[in-house]
């Protein structure tokens, strides 16, 4: 069930609408402007999954920047001081004292900014998608020629951009995130809050984020690119950068549960083994190793019996024999398992 929405007033005085799901350590959920609409991504099946995931370890507050979703729509002001005020005004109505933060896209550089400006109440980053120049993700020629599209065909633009950006899982989700991105905003805000992150820099401050960070990079994801992932991480003194397998440029998009879990493992401080060695799993054969990984890349059991040559009886053994060893209890546990060790 979509959580109830609550409104939070901002020092300059501008409504922003948040919400909260689960219990636990506070994880804020970003707002990647101007694409911020929480009611539309909770209606969308696999982000919905991905939430709930969130919830049951942590506590997921999540929230509309100004201009978008249901929050205050008339506004000019669109800076990163203005953000920041958005997310002071909702954790203070979530009276959370301490919270991570995740931020993707354009809101990578405003988490950054926030655990800077904020090292006694930001405990831990994760960041998808951005630099700690807002708009280097974006200079893209294929995305510069999307963005061309806002004022002269709105509709054309967020069919198209939530095909580039998401991919489309079916069609009646790939209609739901058109619908996303259609209803977050207006052109105009659109466009105002795009100018707005191309001026942000927050690079000078990555070296004062004292809190531990996780870059999360999508090893086949345009427009970002593993270079920019990698100065990322590097930038920030406690920075871990993590590589997943995947095409969609939403995190939530593909893989979504195992994503989530990565998430909330980090947000609580569970460490997970990186490698093969003694624990659960250690005792996969190789065969075992090769049917995880293509489970991993989403292949189904037919398609893993035809690339190995083996019977669908042969791999359903298998892949039984993976969830014992690795204690999944189905594809999003087995999917997590193997992306934190680094076999797939």
């Given amino acids: 069930m979509e959580p109830a929405v609550a409104l939070a007033r901002t020092t300059d005085d501008i409504s922003i609408a948040w919400a909260s799901s689960g219990s636990g350590p ?15 991504e909770w209606s969308i099946p696999v982000l919905r999954r991905a939430f709930e995931r969130l919830a049951t370890r942590v506590r997921l507050i999540q929230f509309d920047a100004r201009g978008t979703g249901r929050s205050q729509r008339d506004v000019t002001d669109l ?9 002071e005004a909702v954790v203070g109505a979530a009276g959370v004292e301490r919270y991570a933060i995740f931020g993707s896209y354009s809101a990578v550089t405003h988490a950054i900014a926030a655990a800077a400006r904020r090292p006694d109440r930001v405990t831990r980053v994760v960041l998808f998608g951005g630099a700690a120049r807002g708009f280097v993700p974006m200079s893209g ?15 054309t633009f967020v069919e198209s951009a939530a095909h580039a950006w998401l991919g489309w899982p079916d069609p009646a989700q790939g209609r739901l995130a058109a619908d996303w991105f259609r209803s977050a905003t207006t052109p105009a805000i659109a466009r105002a809050t795009f100018e707005a992150d191309a001026a942000i ?8 984020v004292a809190c531990p960070c996780l870059v999360i ?21 406690r920075g871990r ?9 939403s995190l939530f998009f593909e893989h979504g549960e195992a994503m989530a879990d990565l998430i909330a493992d980090f947000v609580t401080g569970v460490e997970r083994r990186r490698s093969a060695g003694p624990g659960p799993g250690a005792d996969l054969t190789a065969r075992e190793v090769e049917v995880l990984r293509l489970v991993a890349a989403g ?16 791999v359903e053994r298998h892949v039984v024999n993976v969830y014992r060893k690795i204690d999944a209890r189905g594809r999003a546990d087995a999917t997590a398992f193997a992306i934190r060790n680094g076999l797939a």
């Fill in 217 to 237: 990079h999508r090893l086949d994801t345009p427009p970002i690119d593993l270079a920019t992932a990698q100065d990322l991480a590097a930038s920030l003194p």
């Fill in 241 to 249: 950068l993590e590589v997943v397998p995947g095409r969609s440029a």
């Fill in 79 to 87: 800076s990163l001081d203005a953000m920041l005020r958005d997310l």
């Fill in 141 to 155: 020629p294929g995305t510069q020629a999307l963005l061309s599209l806002i004022e002269r065909d709105w509709d």
């Fill in 299 to 314: 292949e189904s059991n037919a398609e893993i019996a035809a690339r190995l040559g083996v019977t669908i009886n042969t």
């Fill in 26 to 40: 506070a994880l804020v959920y970003l707002p990647a402007a101007p694409f911020s609409n929480t009611a539309a």
């Fill in 201 to 208: 820099d927050v690079t000078a401050q990555c070296a004062e």
